[in-house]
């Protein structure tokens, strides 16, 4: 399983920080994270991803410079700092994850296995 937290109401230009555990048996190290989100009436949006491999991390152009990913593999749990925050950042973020990926990350297609998601609302 997946279980997102960190979510909330936050102001134009805060700061946020959402976090993600996994839950499996599996090495979550072997594992590629994402994070993706969703306005309502519109397709999910690529944000971030981190590979299994360590090999960099891939973002979304809409927060690139803005946004980072990251992994604690000692908890199994991925992070999304998110900073300089705007109201069209509003969405509902969702994790996501793939055991030994090894496709195109800015996917869906490419994760098995996804959270509930978690609320992000930015007012201006």
């Known amino acids: 399983y997946l279980e997102e937290s960190g979510g909330g109401l936050v102001e134009d230009g805060e700061s946020l920080t959402l976090s993600c555990s996994l839950g499996s048996e599996r090495t979550f190290s072997s594992y590629a994270m994402a994070w993706f989100r969703q306005v309502p009436g519109k397709r999910r949006e690529f944000v971030a991803a981190?590979?299994?491999?360590?090999?960099?991390?891939f973002y979304g152009a809409s927060v690139k410079g803005r946004f980072s990913i990251s992994k604690d593999n000692s908890k199994s749990t991925v992070y999304l700092q998110m900073s300089s925050l705007k109201p069209e950042d509003t969405a509902h973020y969702y994790c996501?994850?793939?055991?030994?990926?090894?496709?195109?990350?800015?996917?869906?297609?490419?994760?098995?296995?996804w959270g509930r998601g978690t609320q992000v609302t930015v007012s201006s």
């Open positions: 996501a994850s793939r055991f030994n990926s090894r496709g195109d990350l800015r996917r869906e297609s490419e994760y098995d296995l």
């Open positions: 981190a590979p299994w491999t360590n090999n960099g991390t």
